[in-house]
């Protein structure tokens, strides 16, 4: 699967702190992780790790000054800020933050975040006092309220052997921050997207059917999320009693899982995302009868059922490049062992594991804590999260297969 960060392009922003040894880990696993990568460093930067590091790395000279002194060429910071899709400066020093928070524009980088059209992340490093100091704070205070992202320090031995908070995040964790980041970002804006939800009812007369507890919610926060991040969505839905108010999702009321197929065949076909999140009943009465059994003194009754179709695997069958086809999977016994089976059988890209073991997770609950399997072999476990937190968890996940 490839990362988030395939072509994403970044400016990493380096000061003058001790913790810039740990930026040129963070350059590694960005551009490892696919990212594009422009360095830019401030002149107090380079008396703490040297440009040709960092350019060895990044594979992109390494910005520092307005030109370049012997050709005259001009860096332009404009042109940078419209080039990324995101900016993170590590370490971040106070006097940086200082400078941004008040537009002191004296340095290519500072230039640059205020000419930023995208998100800005800082990751602060200084001594603790610094850190503490009204200035800083007030600073901070002030660049969280254009926007920027705080990346707190964490407490610990720091430079000045002094114990408390300003050592830099690890690159580690500032990674998965900017990972983060870019996975929210995930926007469905032009996308279609089409679910199946709710339980299917089989009948076996004008007043009985054959039915489950599904409830619909986890297909109905998927329909929610997925119109609100712009998409537009068909909800193919058994018989539940939720109601769908955003005007992006067009929703189809069916009752048997032979409707729903019916229903679901070309939303499917045309779909960007597919979710398969209706609990389908797998059989149906042979007979349906039309008007009412009756009971006619008899002590048993043996009820006849027929396979019904399948509509994961008969509509993934034929799915094409660029579709990215999602199931779900409720088990109770050899749980991801069954899970890895319907993906593969099902032809999709990847399984939402319920355990029926979880806690809060499965049907009627508002909660669910899920297990997402992906074909290429990966698992990701979730905690317990709202169905809404977790539609877009699934989401996330969906749109890195893009
Ligand atoms: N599914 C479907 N049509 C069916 C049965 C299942 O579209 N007739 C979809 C579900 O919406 C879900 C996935 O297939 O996304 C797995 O459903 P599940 O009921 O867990 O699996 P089954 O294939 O029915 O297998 P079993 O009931 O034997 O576990």
Redesign the pocket.
Known sequence: MDSVLKGKHIVLGITGGIAAYKSVTLLRLLVKAGAEVQVVITPAGKEFITPVTLSALSGKPVVSEFFTANTGEWHSHVDLGIWADLMVIAPATASTIGKMANGIADNMLVTTYLSAKEHVMIAPAMDLDMMAHPSTVRNLATLESYGVEIIEPAAGELASHLVGKGRMEEPENIFSRIEKYFLSQCDLKGKKVAI?AGPTYEKLDPVRFIGNYSSGKMGFALAEECASRGADVTLVCGPVSLVTTNPNIVRVDVES?EE??AAARQPFAEADFGI???????YRPEVRAQSKLKREGAEDMTLRLVR????????AATKRDGQVF??????TDHEHE?AFK?LH??N?DM??LNSLQDKGAGFGTDTNKITILSKDGTEKTFPLKSKRAVAADILDLMCSFK
């Open positions: 199946t899982a729903m197929l398969f999140a209706a609990a389908v009943a797998d019904n179709p399948d509509i994961a695997a008969t509509l999602a199931g779900f999977a409720l088990e069954n319907k059988k099902k999709l399984v939402v």
